[in-house]
């Protein structure tokens, strides 16, 4: 028997043996040839992850300077010292690892380090483990700014709640605070503007955008808060809550609470203020600005801190969802006692016509009109505070940026107390919303005795295409904000 004849029977006795002290899978050594040797037809192998149990790998060899052993049909890279590489040990046992690091044991007793457990590295490496990724990664996205997950294994849900270290192009964050500013400020002032130079023959576009505006939020509170609200109140990191209606009784809450503010207001307004004829005007404006500001503070945080590769889509959304918005506002208080003074105009000229001097508003009419242009001015609320109110609204997004940015190496969307804070108040801002948009703008606007209870055929059906327009494009920016 030649002396590569004997080398090789050693060899294959010395495997028998380790087989026996450090059970494996026997079918793994019935050929010590190299992988590259094996048929086409064999099964890809599946790559061993680092979570994974293993004992030992086997059928040890050179290639060039470096070590490969296998583990089961997977040849993995070995770390052995220089000095180590003339005489390779057939096998080495006592796998385990060390944080993300995977070592073995050779016979001397030393740790060698095992490269290839669950890497990117082309060795060990197979199409068969990429479907198998594919098939159980989980499936993340955010709503609202805070990341939610489906599918993968329920080990990997429970991992999802614990804060993710990311990183954040602060710099882009800074910089596309200021397009917020500028866009939400363009879209709240510009009706604002509009409204006094635009001819009367074009009045009707701007009730189309009211009507727009309109179907923005009540799509804004029941597409994208009510459902975002939902979705934090059942997200798994939050638990099981013991009323499952917690939810809808919230934004029930926030319905109630608009309701007793508007209420409150117009008694009020009506007892101190009642030379003021568009006072009820503000107080619905108000309300509806309070429940917006709530909403877009909150879209500023959690804008902010969306992950890297959802907040370039993330943020055209929002700046869309914030211009929509703004014109909802805008075109509000630009209408503050427009309708008031319209109507004070037609009577105050109906009774010079009749050369009555009755008194409206504790005010003489007389022949020469100078009450009609003290009614006028009391019935039109000044420029400076339409412009502070849409300040607040193009500000307050913004500032939710800046906040987020302040929070961005501390925030989990994931955390318990964190989910329940932006449920709460995305719920409460939906039940505002909610009243504002049905009960003051469409019903008001529709129903009781608003521009288009007794409007023409043409212009009724411009404002209704104008409502269902407002809805429909909303509800498709919820698809991903």
């Known amino acids: 028997m030649g002396w590569s004849q004997k080398r090789s029977t050693a060899l294959r006795l010395a495997v028998i043996i380790a087989l026996d002290v450090f059970p494996c899978s026997k079918a793994s050594y019935i050929s010590p040839q190299p992988i590259s040797q094996h048929p086409m037809t064999t099964p890809a192998p599946i790559v061993p992850r680092a979570t994974e149990s293993f004992t030992a790998v086997s059928e040890c060899h050179l290639h060039g300077a470096s070590v490969f052993c296998l583990y089961g049909t997977t040849e993995l890279q070995v770390v052995v010292p220089a000095t180590a590489t003339s005489e390779i040990p057939p096998t080495y046992t006592g796998c385990h690892n060390h944080g993300d690091e995977s070592f073995c044991v050779a016979p001397d007793g030393s740790d060698v380090e095992v490269i290839g457990l669950n890497s990117d590295d082309p060795a060990g490496h197979s199409e068969e483990d990429d479907a198998h990724s594919e098939s159980g990664e989980q499936n993340c996205h955010f709503h609202a700014g805070v990341e939610h997950c489906v599918g993968g294994s329920s080990e990997s849900s429970v991992a999802q709640c614990s804060r993710r270290d990311r990183d954040y192009n602060v710099p882009l964050r800074i910089g596309l605070l200021f397009v917020i500013l500028v866009t939400s400020f363009i879209g709240v002032a510009g009706p604002i503007f509009l409204k006094p130079i635009l001819p009367q023959k074009f009045q009707p576009v701007f009730l189309i955008l009211k009507q727009f505006g309109t179907g923005v939020i009540i799509s804004t509170a029941l597409v994208h808060l ?7 109140f059942t997200n798994e990191c939050l638990g099981e809550l013991g009323y499952e209606s917690t939810t809808a009784a919230i934004v029930m809450a926030g319905m109630f609470f608009a309701f007793v503010i508007e209420y409150t207001s117009h008694r009020l307004a009506r007892k101190f203020w009642a030379r003021t004829q568009y006072n009820s005007e503000v107080v619905g404006v108000t309300v509806l600005e309070a429940g917006i500001i709530f909403h877009s503070l909150l879209i500023g945080v959690t804008l902010v801190v969306a992950g890297d590769s959802f907040f370039i889509t993330l943020f055209v959304v929002i700046l869309f969802h914030q211009m929509f918005e703004g014109i909802a506002l805008g075109t509000r208080i630009a209408s503050i006692g427009q309708s008031n003074r319209a109507d004070g105009e037609n009577a105050n000229h109906g009774q010079l016509a ?8 504790g005010q003489t009419i007389t022949d020469n009109g100078d009450s009609l242009q003290e009614s006028k001015n009391l019935n039109s609320l000044p420029m400076p505070r339409k412009f502070l109110m849409a300040a607040a609204f193009a500000l307050v997004t913004p500032v939710g940026m800046a906040i987020g940015i302040g929070v961005l190496n501390q925030f989990n969307g994931n955390d318990p107390s964190t989910l329940i804070a932006l449920g709460t108040l995305n719920a409460l801002s939906a039940g505002i919303l909610i009243w504002v948009g049905v009960v003051e703008m469409w019903a008001g606007d529709w129903m009781f005795d ?8 043409v212009v009724t059906t411009l404002g209704g295409l104008g409502l269902v327009a407002g809805m429909a494009l909303m509800s498709f920016l ?4």
Request: no cysteine; hydrophobic share 35%; aromatic share 8%.
């Open 354 to 361: 009749r050369g009555d001097t009755t008194s409206t508003q």
């Open 226 to 232: 009510f459902t975002h609200a939902q979705l934090m």
């Open 450 to 457: 608003g521009e288009l209870a007794n409007a023409g055929a």
């Open 478 to 481: 919820g698809k991903w904000a």
